[in-house]
């Protein structure tokens, strides 16, 4: 089996991280720059502030966890997390965090996947006012978003269809890899075959220099 050809079955089979790790062995062989910057961000996280691709972007509502009992109307709930009405409040929020973070959301996703919202930020202020919190009540209330947890549940899929896209790609344009290494020839054709990585920063940094990426 050609190093491709392994790819592309290991997209199939495997888990995403064993995905990942394949593919970082062939872009490293490809000599393709876009794709380990890529590479790293998922396994490492991307920093703070940078865009990340469409299948990273998930819907989330909001809740709110309590050390005490909140006034009647909003479950009188003495301790825990609770979801707030919808409110049109709703937003895409951009998942940065490792695929290995994910992986561990998704694990223990028995009672859903909440990402606090700063106390005191600007967004924690208008959700307070938006649904009327007593101020008395601001030691024990902390805000939450709920993220989707299908859309959440899809990233490592979503990984592992653009890896096999690639692979597959890579195929019909002649670039197999046989004997466990490339020519310079296929390494030259590769270079300009397409990774979509579309809306990230990593893609906006390259489309600024020699590499090439296509659309969806």
């Known amino acids: 089996m050609n190093l491709i050809n392994e790819l592309q ?18 872009a490293s062989k490809l000599e393709r720059q876009d794709i380990a910057a890529w590479l790293q961000a998922e396994q490492g996280g991307y920093d703070s502030g940078d865009a990340v691709s469409e299948y990273r972007r998930v819907a989330t509502t909001l809740a709110y966890n309590t050390n005490g009992y909140i006034p009647a109307g ?3 709930l003495m301790r825990g997390v609770q979801d707030l009405p919808a409110c049109g409040m709703e937003f895409p929020f951009p998942v940065t965090a ?3 973070t994910v992986l561990t959301w998704i694990e223990h996703d028995a009672r859903g996947i909440y990402y606090p919202i700063e106390a005191g930020s600007e967004s924690s202020e208008i959700i307070r006012r938006t649904f009327q919190f007593n101020p008395m009540y601001a030691g024990q209330i902390t805000f939450l978003m709920h ?21 597959c790609a890579l195929e ?20 300009d075959v397409t990774f979509n990585i579309i809306g990230s920063t990593i ?10 990426k296509g659309g969806r």
């Open 98 to 100: 490792s695929i290995s």
């Open 203 to 212: 893609e906006q940094l390259n489309n600024a220099g020699t590499n090439r």
């Open 74 to 76: 909003f479950g009188m």
């Open 9 to 26: 079955v290991s997209a199939e089979n495997d888990d995403v991280l064993t995905v990942l790790r394949k593919t970082k062995r062939l």
């Open 172 to 191: 019909r344009a002649g670039v197999t890899g046989e004997n466990l290494s490339f020519s310079v020839e296929e390494k030259q054709i590769a270079s």
């Open 147 to 167: 993220l989707n947890g299908s859309q959440i549940k899809a990233i490592p899929e979503h990984i592992k269809d653009r890896v096999l896209d690639w692979a």
